[in-house]
């Protein structure tokens, strides 16, 4: 912006040209031209830097995304693993049950088979016994008739009831025993199908569980991997920024210094202006004076003379647009896309292609184009006094110039090419309006 404004003082003074002054512009020709040489080598190495910005930015969006994604799946993972583990628990306690009622069915079981063989046996036993004994009412009948003791014949009565109700007992335990022994077989059965259900679950679920616990360790490892290639990513964008910053920094030095140089040789040319300006209203003053003298005396006196104010624009007091495209950024502060700092946009940005060709918001004088480290390609053209101020545009960040510096153009006429030189995050036109010097939102010029 400072040297912007310097490049309108020194077209303002070119008007006003002295001998001296061609031999103090071509020598800042001469540093302008040295100035753009080290700018141009600085470029080689703010593109190199700006790309390796970029790409360490891109390495870290993409590691941060993948460590995202990493992470909620390993969350996610873990979650399954440790409800797998539950299951796997609640299975295991459900068999380790199942089990020990089987345990418990197979040696009732096997304690009712025993009883039911010894239940058989003693059937059996009883029925031969009465089989070789006979009758035993008929056997109890035959000795009292044989003269046995009445007495005797009762008790024998009585015991072959209780034998009778003892083996109707014993065979009614008998079926008892057969049905609970059937009941149990069905028990055990089913406690054996239930186990090997459980034990089939248990067993998926185990596999299930160990194939989580794998997947988790090899995705714990892949985000501590992402951890680090984010670190390394960081690093790489805070030296790549660091270094950007830096050659940033130099190309603004360089600036200042040629600012400096500038504004003396322009201060000096203004001096003279003046000084020259003032010789030459005294000169027409004495002029005046003597042409009334000569012509007797009359008492006319001569009009003061206008100052010299250059006017190299065209008549319209506002700017057309250098290109149809939306805006993008409008001026004012913001924070700076690459550098990341807080500053004051200084003009207003059009979203516009590479290439597409830029035209001169209003008549007037290619003062110079050149290649700055921030602006990249850029043109200022002095157009001239509208409104009542000094009015200069500059053009930034183009791909190439269509005419040469110190050109006349017209409105409208196309001075050259959109792109993304410098510091730009892509394609478009920065366009900046200064006003006596200083920049001024272009909108309220369009």
Known sequence: ?????????????????????????????????????????????????????????????????????????????????????????????????????????????????????????????????????????????????????????????????????DQVATMQRLDATRVILRLKRQKVQKLRDKVKVQREQAAANLVQKQQLEVAAEQQAAEVATLVTARESAKTTAAAAQAEDERLYQEQLAETSRLESELQKVVAEELRKAREKAAREKAARERAAREKAKNNGGGGGTSRPTKPVVPDTGDSGGALSRPVSGPTTSSYGMRKHPITGVYKLHDGTDFGVRCGTPVRAAASGKILQQYYNGAYGYRIILNNGVKRGVSVVTTYNHLSRFALRAGSRVERGQVIGYSGTTGYSTGCHLHFMVLVNGSTVNPIGWL
């Open 1 to 165: 912006m400072a040297v912007t404004s310097v490049l309108l003082s020194t077209a303002l003074v070119a008007a006003l040209t002295s001998p001296s002054f061609a031999d103090k512009k071509s020598d800042l020709e001469r540093q302008k031209q040295e100035a753009n040489s080290k700018a141009q080598d600085a470029k080689k190495h703010l593109d190199l830097t700006t790309k390796e910005f970029a790409a360490a930015a891109a390495a870290l969006q993409a590691a941060q995304a993948k460590l995202d994604a990493a992470q909620a799946t390993l969350g996610d993972t873990r979650g399954k693993v440790a409800v797998a583990a539950a299951f796997d628990a609640q299975m295991q306690g459900k068999l380790d049950k199942s089990q020990a009622e089987l345990r418990k069915a197979r040696s009732e079981l096997a304690k009712g088979e025993k009883q039911l063989v010894s239940s058989e046996k003693s059937v059996e036993e009883f029925a031969v016994q009465d089989y070789l004994e006979g009758d035993r009412r008929l056997r109890a009948v035959s000795g009292l008739l044989s003269g046995e003791d009445p007495m005797a014949y009762g008790e024998q009565v009585s015991l072959n009831a209780a034998v009778s109700d």
